[in-house]
């Protein structure tokens, strides 16, 4: 199973592709998590991508083509699988990730699209920051982010939906019943063609290590 996760902040992209990963037994990768440990670490990547983060910007897409491109070999050593929460943003970068999984054998079977609503979201996210210490769930960068996703990143869920492998769901509903029918909508998806490979644990941790440079 190889699923992308697509939605706008706070739409639960986080904890479904949690329930994915642990279901299917695949790996997670989250790239926001990604980056923001490399702030805290300040690596040359966490440098560069400190402040495109506090401002609620993309971040460049040669960096995060190479995290992507990273994140995919080591997922195809752990056995092909994958979740990825936070990639693509934006159309270009969609066609360049997608260029990187076909040369790697790793292209998505399936896209999990959390619709939500604006005035809903604007409203949970500040409770977020709180919980989470995100310097960027303030409002005026909430709002930056929300703008951002509906002008750069929706233009990609009709690219999934001619593919055929949109799998889209109402995200405003309590998350157990949005799990639930992502999951029944995968379980019936035909299983991806790609490497077959012995599963073996997967380690994320020195991801975007000379993506800086
Ligand atoms: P959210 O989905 O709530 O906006 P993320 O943790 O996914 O939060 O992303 C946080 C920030 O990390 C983004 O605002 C952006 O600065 C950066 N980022 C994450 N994913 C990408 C990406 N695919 N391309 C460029 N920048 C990204």
């Known amino acids: 199973m190889r699923v992308v996760m697509i939605g706008p902040p706070g739409a639960g992209k986080g904890t479904q592709?949690?329930?994915?990963?642990?279901?299917?037994?695949?790996?997670r990768i989250v790239v926001g998590d990604l980056l923001r440990d490399h702030v805290a670490r300040r690596t040359d990547l966490?440098?560069?991508?400190?402040?495109?983060?506090?401002?609620?910007?993309?971040?460049?897409?040669?960096?995060?083509?190479c995290i992507v491109r990273?994140?995919?070999m080591a997922a195809r050593a752990a056995g092909g699988g994958y979740v990825f929460d936070g990639v693509p943003r934006a159309m270009a970068q969609a066609r360049a990730a997608y260029a990187i999984a076909a040369e790697l054998g790793m292209t998505a079977n399936a896209a999990g699209h959390l619709r939500a609503d604006d005035n809903e979201l604007t409203r949970r996210l500040p409770g977020r920051a709180a919980l989470e210490h995100r310097t960027d769930d303030t409002e005026a960068v909430i709002r930056h982010r929300l703008e951002l996703y509906q002008k750069a990143t929706q233009p990609i869920i009709a690219w999934y939906a001619q593919r055929g492998i949109l799998v889209s769901v109402d995200a405003m509903r309590q998350a157990g019943e949005v799990g639930r029918e992502i999951r029944t909508a995968l379980e019936l998806l035909p299983a991806p063609t790609g490497p077959v490979i012995v599963r073996r644990p997967?380690?994320?941790s020195g991801l975007g290590a000379g993506c800086a440079s």
């Open 17 to 27: 592709g949690a329930l994915i990963a642990e279901h299917f037994d695949i790996p």
């Open 46 to 65: 966490g440098r560069v991508a400190d402040g495109y983060l506090g401002r609620g910007e993309l971040v460049p897409d040669e960096l995060m083509l």
């Open 70 to 72: 990273q994140a995919l």
């Open 202 to 204: 997967v380690d994320l």
